[in-house]
C-alpha cells in the first residue's frame, strides 16, 4: 500500500473518533469502510490505457509482492486476451478460482468480491451466452467500473450488484458455481459468507475459493495494523479455521487444491499462503 493512502485511511478512521490503526483494534463497520476505501481508489486509478503484459495485480493487491498477474502466473494469456485495461489493473487477486473446476455452458456464476470484473469476463466465456455470470461488490466504484468493463466488452450475460457477501439480492438454490479471490478474508464475518454461499448454491453446487490462508497465527501486532488488514493478511485465518467455518456453513468435500508461500519480507511472512480451495453443497 503507498504511504498516501494508508495516510488517508489513518485519516478517515481517526476522523470518526477512532486512535491510531496500527495499533488498535476494529470493529467489523470499520474494517469495511477500510475495505471500502481502499478499492475505491484502486478502481478510480484503474487506466484503459493499460498494457496487460505489464500491469495487474499492483503494488498494492492481494498478491502482495507487486508483481503483474501474468508474471505470477494467476492466468493464462489467452484468458486475458481481449479484456479493457481497466479490469487487469483493477485486479487484486491471489489466484484464478475460475482454474480451480469446469465451468459449464448455460451455468450460473457467482463471484464473490468481484472487483473490476476479471474473473467475472473469463467465467463468462466458459457459461456462454445460454449461462450467466453475477458480480457481487460492495464498493460502489469498482461495480461502475465492472459495468463499464462489461459495457466494453459487449457482453449481455454479465451484470454486478452492489452488495455485500454476507447479504445478496440472489435466490435460495439458484447457483451453480460460486468463486472468489482473494476477498473472503477481507469480511469481518466469514460465518455470514458462507452461509450465504450455501443459501443460493444449488444442491450439487460448487464453490472454487483463491484466498489467503495461514499455517499459523500471526503476531498481534501484525493483525493489527491496518496497511495489513487491506493487504489480505490481517484477516487470514489459519486453514483449518477457515475450512472448519466452511463445514460449519454446510459445505462438504472441502479441499486445499494447492497453495503457495506469501512472498513478504516480515518475519512471520511463511505463515501466509495464497490457497486454491474447493467445496461442494451436497445434492
Same mark, same amino acid.
Given at each position: !500500500? ?17 486512535? %491510531? ?22 478502481? $478510480?486509478?484503474? %487506466? ?25 502466473? #494467476?492466468?493464462? =494469456? ?22 480451480? /473446476?469446469?465451468?459449464? @455452458?448455460? *451455468? ?14 473469463? @467465467? ?17 466504484? !469498482? ?7 462489461? $459495457?466494453?466488452? /459487449? #457482453?449481455?450475460?454479465? +451484470? ?5 457477501? *454476507?447479504?445478496?439480492?440472489? *435466490?435460495?438454490?439458484?447457483? %451453480? ?18 452461509? +450465504? ?24 501486532? @501484525? ?13 487470514? *485465518?489459519? $486453514?483449518?479455521?477457515? !475450512?472448519?467455518? !466452511? ?6 468435500? =472441502? ?9 513478504? +519480507? ?18
Amino acid at each position: !500500500m503507498t504511504v498516501r493512502l494508508l495516510h488517508s485511511l489513518r485519516r478517515a478512521f481517526l476522523s470518526k473518533g477512532g486512535t %491510531d490503526m496500527a495499533t488498535t483494534s476494529y470493529t467489523d463497520s470499520d474494517v469495511k469502510e477500510l475495505v471500502r476505501e481502499r478499492y475505491g481508489r484502486l478502481a $478510480q486509478s484503474a %487506466d484503459i490505457t493499460t498494457d496487460i503484459t505489464n500491469e495487474g495485480c499492483g503494488e498494492s493487491s492481494c498478491c502482495g509482492d507487486g508483481e503483474p498477474a501474468t508474471k505470477n502466473q #494467476l492466468y493464462e =494469456i489467452d484468458q486475458l486476451e481481449g479484456l479493457p485495461g481497466e479490469a487487469l489493473l483493477a485486479s487484486a487477486g491471489c489466484g484464478n478460482p475460475t482454474a480451480i /473446476g469446469d465451468l459449464g @455452458a448455460g *451455468e450460473t456464476v457467482v463471484d464473490f468480491g468481484s472487483g473490476g470484473g476479471i474473473d467475472c469476463f473469463i @467465467a463468462a466465456k466458459a457459461v456462454g451466452d445460454s449461462g450467466r455470470v453475477v458480480g457481487i461488490d460492495m464498493t460502489p466504484d !469498482m461495480i461502475n467500473l465492472a459495468r463499464k468493463n462489461a $459495457q466494453t466488452l /459487449g #457482453l449481455d450475460n454479465v +451484470e454486478f450488484h452492489l452488495a455485500e457477501m *454476507e447479504s445478496t439480492p440472489l *435466490e435460495d438454490d439458484s447457483v %451453480d458455481v460460486i468463486i472468489s479471490n482473494c476477498v473472503i478474508n477481507l469480511a469481518p464475518d466469514k460465518d455470514a459468507v458462507f452461509r +450465504e454461499a450455501y443459501r443460493i448454491l444449488k444442491p450439487g453446487g460448487r464453490m472454487f475459493i483463491s484466498d489467503m490462508v495461514l499455517t499459523a497465527p500471526l503476531p498481534a501486532h @501484525a493483525t493489527a495494523d491496518a496497511e495489513n488488514w487491506v493487504q489480505c493478511l490481517s484477516g487470514a *485465518e489459519p $486453514q483449518d479455521i477457515y !475450512m472448519g467455518r !466452511m463445514s460449519s456453513a454446510g459445505l462438504s468435500d =472441502i479441499n486445499i487444491m494447492d497453495s503457495k508461500p506469501w512472498k513478504g +519480507e516480515e518475519e512471520w511472512a511463511s505463515r501466509v499462503h495464497s490457497a486454491n480451495i474447493k467445496a461442494y453443497k451436497p445434492a
